[in-house]
């Protein structure tokens, strides 16, 4: 796949899984009260580059999570992302994303299987460095041509090689939910 493709691949896995979330999608993060908003989750100056693109968005850039949620619009934020003009940004904000991951993952040698890549890029919104750092530590040890492998990885250590143990029931629960979109593919 060239580089496009294998992005497009990513991005489509992202938005099938829901992984992040849903194009309506808006939570107060988990690192502090800012709004997480769209199908990636996207956090601070990349979710003020998203209400950029959106007509009516900038109004919500800069604000807390509490802000936004005390003032009563938070309907209003989701209704804008939900919308189609919303929709189409995210997906192209997300096409822009992905292209970074697949130079991110490519940097490493022995991630060179289509499908392991897929399912790598499915991973890069939680943190594409934590993510390239991770698999990077593990390319000598483990075959990381191999989808079951790849996935057990990120089933049983990536929580706790991210740091966040907290998260591990939830990152083994996506660590099958991507595996099974991956796997399903028609490459």
Not at 32 to 57: K, M
Not at 67 to 96: C, F, M, T, V
Not at 150 to 155: G, N, Q, T
Not at 165 to 187: F, I, M, Q, S
Request: charged content about 25%.
């Amino acid at each position: 796949m060239t580089r496009e493709e294998l992005a497009r691949a990513i991005a489509d896995g992202i938005i099938a899984t829901h992984v992040e979330g849903e194009f309506d999608s808006v939570s107060c993060s988990t690192a502090g009260d800012y709004p997480s908003i769209g199908i990636s989750q996207w956090e601070g100056s990349r979710a003020d580059d998203l209400l950029a693109r959106i007509s009516g968005g900038g109004r919500y850039a800069g604000l807390s999570y509490s802000d936004i949620a005390s003032s009563g619009e938070l309907w209003n934020l989701e209704g804008l992302l939900r919308s189609e003009e919303g929709q189409e940004a995210q997906r192209q904000k997300l096409a822009e994303d992905c292209l970074d991951y697949v130079d991110a993952l490519w940097e490493i040698p022995t991630l060179d299987d289509t499908r392991c890549t897929i399912y790598a890029g499915i991973w890069c919104p939680t943190s594409t460095s934590v993510v390239c750092r991770f698999l990077t530590n593990r390319q000598w040890n483990y075959d990381l041509r191999n989808l079951h492998t790849v996935r057990a990885l990120f089933k049983y250590q990536y929580a706790h090689a991210a740091g966040c143990d907290e998260y591990a029931e939830g990152y083994a629960n996506r660590a099958d939910a991507t595996y099974e979109y991956v796997a399903g593919l028609d490459l």
